[in-house]
């Protein structure tokens, strides 16, 4: 076997013993060559390679020293970046993951001699936030892509749009409230004085706007009518009254049966409505974007319910199973004619049968024990 050989057993131990970071000392920026030893720097400074990387240094050195403070500036900014963001974070924790990479460019081959002046250099040119604490330097970094720039933008331009789409939203149901308002002028009752032509004629009077009217009436003429006149109004109030007040007691009976299935019915619908709605072995679709096309606008089956919100769910097609919250689902409507279950408002956790489904008003008919109702919510059962 030979003694350059890759597989040699001294090859190996070689590259056993230079894994991991060495001594700083006994690296060579120029060369990019780490030494394991004070022996091994020593013959490697006395090699011919080296002494003609020092002939090139010696040439112009402000170029070499240039070109690694720049490879070591775009370095720690991109590692910066990408793991922390523009969060606040120390400095030498940056630091410290940088060179944990084992060619990374050294900090004495640059133009800054510690760490702090190179923190200080990133703040003074703008390319991050510094601040002096009690345990340290701290940084955040200033995003200035111009991609990162244009998302915030848009991001600010629709949450004005929003706030203009909303006053809009107000100010139409304001100006609604008031056309209504102006609309629906109170009726006041005009009084006349009752005239008569002929001594003779009989006086008589119109109940059907209700007694009270007439009885103000009869007050408000007494002074044009006399006593006898006046007897014979008291008399007709008397005899018209009992029978205008069953009238109205029939239609009030009549009426109460009704209101009071409705009334009945909206305070079902107003104290049975929840913020959630999921249940279990119930057909849904998923709408996230954030799992891949994969799992977009595909179908899946309810089979556990966790905390009201969250949902493991089951894959139709492919049968993999997703824990999701219930804002990353829409409930799936079949056709007409199909079993579904009722997910909210007042007949919530009922079964039923679909008769209809209305697209123009976003609401469907669905037929539970022979009474049709309309509820917020419909799924396969």
């Known amino acids: 076997m030979g003694k350059s050989d890759f597989l040699s057993p001294k090859a190996i131990a070689n590259r056993i013993k230079s894994k991991g970071l060495q001594k700083l000392r006994w690296y060579c920026q120029m060369c990019q060559k780490q030494c394991r030893d004070e022996n091994g720097f020593k013959c490697h400074c006395m090699s011919e390679s080296h002494q003609r990387q020092l ?9 070499f020293m240039d070109y690694f403070s720049e490879e070591f500036r775009n370095d720690f900014l991109e590692l910066l970046r990408r793991r922390f963001g523009t969060k606040r974070v120390h400095n030498n924790i940056v630091y410290n993951e940088y060179i944990s990479h084992r060619e990374h460019i050294h900090m004495n081959a640059t133009q800054w001699e510690t760490l702090t002046d190179f923190t200080k250099w990133l703040g003074r ?3 991050c936030k510094v601040d002096e604490t009690p345990k340290g330097w701290y940084i955040q970094y200033i995003d200035r892509d111009p991609e990162t720039i244009r998302r915030q933008q848009e991001q600010e331009r629709k949450k004005k749009q929003d706030l203009d789409d909303e006053e809009k939203t107000a100010k139409f149901i304001e100006q609604q409230v008031r056309r209504g308002l102006e609309g629906k002028e109170l009726e006041q009752p005009v009084y006349t004085e009752l005239n008569r032509e002929n001594e003779e004629e009989k006086v008589a009077f119109n109940l059907n706007k209700g007694a009270s009217t007439s009885i103000a009436a009869s007050s408000k003429t007494s002074s044009v009518l006399g006593p006898s006149a006046l007897k014979m109004v008291e008399g007709a109030v008397k005899r018209k009254e009992p029978a205008h007040s069953s009238g109205q007691s029939k239609e009030k009976k009549k009426k109460s049966a ?3 299935i409705m009334e009945l019915e909206e305070e079902k619908k107003r104290t049975s409505r929840r913020d959630y709605w999921l249940q279990p072995e119930i057909v849904v679709k998923i709408v996230t974007k954030k799992l891949g096309e994969k799992y977009h606008k595909k179908k899946a089956v309810v089979k556990e319910v966790i905390d009201k919100y969250t ?5 139709i097609d492919s049968g993999d199973k997703l824990k999701l919250d219930q804002t990353h689902l829409e409930t799936v409507i079949p056709a007409p004619g199909k079993k579904v279950m009722v997910l909210n408002g007042g007949y919530r956790g009922n079964e039923g049968i679909l008769e209809s489904i209305n697209e123009k008003r976003f609401s469907a ?8 109702i309309k509820p917020c919510k419909i799924s396969f059962a």
Do not use: F, R, Y
């Not at 002939?55 to 170029?63: H, I, R, T, W, Y």
């Not at 949902?311 to 894959?315: D, R, S």
């Open 258 to 260: 009704l209101d009071e």
């Open 125 to 127: 040119e703008g390319l």
């Open 365 to 372: 008919t669905i037929i539970i024990d022979s009474v049709s």
């Open 311 to 315: 949902a493991v769910v089951k894959m």
């Open 55 to 63: 002939l090139l240094a010696s040439e112009n050195p402000q170029q």
